[in-house]
C-alpha cells in the first residue's frame, strides 16, 4: 500500500510563490507518473500538472508558466512549486502517484491567495 503525505500549503499573498511537497511511503516500486490536482467547493477535481519517470512535464493551461512540477527519486517526492499566485488558485492541492494497477491520494493541503 502506498501512503502519500503533502505539505507546504498555506496563506500567500497574491504575487506570491509557496512551494507544496509530498512524500510516498509504502510499495513504491510500481509508480511512475506523478501529478498533482486541485479542487475548490462545488467544482470538479482537476490536474493542475502532472510529471512522467523520465521526467516530462505537463500543465493546465491556467497554470503555465507560472507553476513547475518536479520529482526527486530518491526521496520518493514529488514538489509543486507555484509563483505569481492568484487569488483563483485558492484551493485544495492533492498529489497523485500512478501505478499500473491503481491510482494514490494524498489528503490534501489547502493554498488559499489573498487579493
Known sequence: QVQLMESGGGLVQAGGS????????GSMS???????YRQ???KQREVVAAITGGGTTTYADSV??????SR???KDTV??????LKPEDTAVYYCSFRTWSR??????TLVTVSS
Open 79 to 84: 514538489y509543486l512549486q507555484m509563483n505569481s
Open 103 to 108: 491510482d494514490y491520494w494524498g489528503e490534501g
Open 30 to 36: 510500481g509508480v511512475n507518473a506523478m501529478a498533482w
Open 40 to 42: 475548490d467547493p462545488g
Open 72 to 74: 526527486d527519486n530518491t
Open 18 to 25: 509557496l512551494r507544496l511537497s509530498c512524500v510516498g511511503s
Open 64 to 69: 503555465k508558466g507560472r507553476f513547475f512540477i
